[in-house]
């Protein structure tokens, strides 16, 4: 936040929270256990982008996958240097180290965790509520590099609209204004067009975050257009 503010969030082990990728909700104390059962460390980031309306690019678990129980929240609330070192993660060396740094420059009132989590419960079972934690944080995750160029965005989906609402929603989480959600068949490729004469910080973003391929091109009255093609699968409810 521009007020120097970072938040954090800690989860109840036995909280369940949407898993995107067909896997539907699952218990966020066993969410280790599903990413070493499926090969595949995106899970992690899809889980958690999902649950906090914002992308997550980068994330560090423990080595050996381990299943945690239990409703009260524990609180990391300062990684430490070997943590950094030592824990499985998406980023580079480098990038550990960086992280680091940024984690040692700042100060116990730089931090403020966000509380009174939603969640519904159904029996035995609690669920993340993330519609209403989306609706109460909106805005609390922005960049506002990408809030000030307010680049309007369409969305084109090929397989459900509920999975272009769920990225329609973590992509405005960042502070990009999606504009139009709209259906074309047979899309296969990820691509991120970008109209004539521009050069967006929103488009590289998108390119990134995705990793999508990127196209310049007339995309009047929009800025920018995004075909989800191959990635939809992937976040797919």
């Known amino acids: 936040m521009n007020d120097g503010t970072n938040y954090f969030i800690s989860f109840p082990a036995d909280v369940k929270i949407l898993v995107p990728g067909g896997f539907g909700y699952y218990r966020l104390g066993g969410l280790g256990k599903l990413v070493a059962l499926g090969n595949s460390q995106e899970i992690f980031k899809r889980a958690f982008s999902s649950a906090t309306g914002s992308f997550v690019d980068s994330y560090f678990y423990p080595a050996k996958s381990q299943v945690f129980f239990g409703e009260e929240k524990k609180v990391v609330f300062y990684p430490s240097p070997t943590d950094f070192l030592l824990l499985n993660t998406n980023v580079s060396l480098i990038d550990r180290f960086y992280i680091l740094s940024l984690f040692l420059t700042k100060q116990k009132n730089n931090f403020k965790q966000i509380t009174n989590l939603p969640v519904n419960k159904d029996g035995e079972d609690i669920f993340f509520d993330e519609k209403k934690f989306y609706d109460d944080q909106l805005g609390f ?11 309007a965005v369409q969305l084109i989906y090929s397989i459900k609209e509920e999975n272009a609402l769920l990225l329609s929603k973590i992509i405005e989480g960042q502070g990009i204004r999606v504009v139009d959600i709209t259906y074309k068949p047979g899309i296969k490729q990820c691509t991120v067009y970008e109209n004539n004469g521009m050069e967006l910080g929103t488009t590289e973003s998108l390119v990134n975050i995705l990793e999508c391929r990127k196209k310049k091109m007339k995309t009047n009255p929009y800025d ?3 075909e989800l093609g191959s990635r939809e699968k992937e976040w797919s409810l």
Not at 142 to 150: A, G, T, V
Request: aromatic fraction near 14%.
């Open 141 to 151: 995750f922005y960049q506002e590099s990408l809030r000030r160029e307010k680049a």
């Open 224 to 226: 920018i257009i995004l």
